[in-house]
């Protein structure tokens, strides 16, 4: 396993070195940047809600987005929906080879199928040469929820080992027929065999990863799992692109995952917010405060540290550090600029004025 080695801030980080697979305009693998993608929940076919839900998705900073291909109908929304969106288009396949086909016809930029579920051979091969011909790429997705029934047999349960002979042969089809350009996933709702699988995974194939943990539940519930699995991965190298799954509205997502990027030092332009727990000597509403900037600073793409205090004991020299900063009174607050004590605002005008302060920076 060769990795490859890049700079952030004072920080040298590693990253696996993969096979390069073209994505409409980028590039996954061979680089050291993690794309950030997310799932409509949506049905495809709703052209007009898709384009609205994907373009606020890019708006907080989704890459690349994957959307569900129940039926021809979804297929056909797809030549509509990739003219009016800006990222590429991931189209989730199972079964139907002819479903693959007419996504490829109508734009999609990638697809997510297993070879080994889409019927005979020649369905196979008939996927595979539009999808050199169209130079789109194909996702097998191991999910170990759903292995083959031998290989469950097999072991008696979900395990890494399983998963990696699933994903064996899958593989071996498409490089039967000469097709390389693979992306991987191994998915579980088990962070810690997600974390056994991906690195099994890394030492066997050179194809790039998408990292995830599938059925992960609720926001508070996949952040911990994901934070779990998907942090000991990136730490290690390994991952190229990265879903991290919440049920519900798929805007829940992008925040997860860029606060875990940033985290691990692989994002740049991401905010980062500072707020303290609160305790007795907090003497002002600062939580309403505190969710409507975290809120604003989804849209915002830059470099910038934004702390909000609880009291003024401790708020003014823990938010020194801070680029910008409220440390909380009475009702009111100090506004603080690079640990310099700027002016009082009262409460009512704290969010306005954090906002302009933020949108000067």
């Known amino acids: ?55 606020e998705l890019e708006a907080m900073g989704c890459e690349i987005i994957r959307v569900s291909c129940m039926d021809l109908n979804d297929a056909k929304a797809i030549e509509e929906i990739v003219s009016n969106i800006h990222i590429p288009l991931v189209a989730d396949i199972h079964f139907d080879y002819r479903l693959a086909l007419a996504c490829i016809d109508a734009g999609a930029n990638k697809i997510r199928l297993n070879p080994g579920n889409i019927g005979a051979r020649e369905n196979v091969e008939t996927v595979v040469k539009k999808c050199k011909e169209k130079h789109i790429p194909i996702r097998i997705g191991i999910n170990s929820g759903s292995l083959e029934k031998e290989i469950h047999q097999k072991y008696g349960k979900p395990t890494a080992q399983g998963m ?4 064996q042969r899958h593989v071996q089809i498409l490089e039967d027929l000469h097709f390389y350009d693979t992306v991987l996933s191994f998915k579980s709702s088990d962070p810690l065999l997600c974390i056994e699988a991906y690195k099994k995974a890394s030492e066997m194939f050179d194809y790039p990863l998408h990292l995830g943990v599938t059925e992960a539940g609720t926001m ?4 911990i799992k994901s934070t779990l699995a998907l942090g000991n991965l990136l730490l290690d190298g390994i991952g190229n692109t990265i879903r991290i799954s919440v049920n519900g509205a798929p805007q829940k997502e992008i925040p997860i995952v860029k606060e875990l990027l940033k985290s691990c030092n692989l994002i740049q332009n991401v905010p980062n917010l500072i707020a ?14 505190v969710n409507e900037i975290e809120q604003y600073l989804q849209t915002v793409h830059k470099n910038i540290t934004v702390a909000i205090m609880g009291c003024a004991v401790n708020g003014p020299g823990e938010a020194k550090h801070a680029d910008i900063a409220i440390a909380g009174g009475k009702n009111e607050g100090l506004l603080i600029k690079k640990g310099e004590i700027i002016e009082k605002i009262p409460q009512q005008k704290m969010v306005q004025r954090l906002k302009q302060e933020i949108e000067a920076f």
């Open 164 to 167: 990696m002979e699933s994903a």
């Open 1 to 55: 396993m060769k990795l490859i080695y890049f700079q952030v801030g004072v920080i040298k980080m590693k990253r696996n070195q993969t096979r390069s697979v073209q994505v409409k305009d980028l590039v996954l693998g061979g680089n050291d940047h993690v794309y950030i993608q997310s799932m409509c929940n949506i049905k495809t076919s709703h052209v007009k809600e898709v384009i609205e839900q994907i373009l």
């Open 220 to 223: 508070m519930t996949s952040a």
């Open 276 to 289: 303290c727990p609160t305790c007795g000597r907090t003497q002002w509403d600062m939580e309403p405060v």
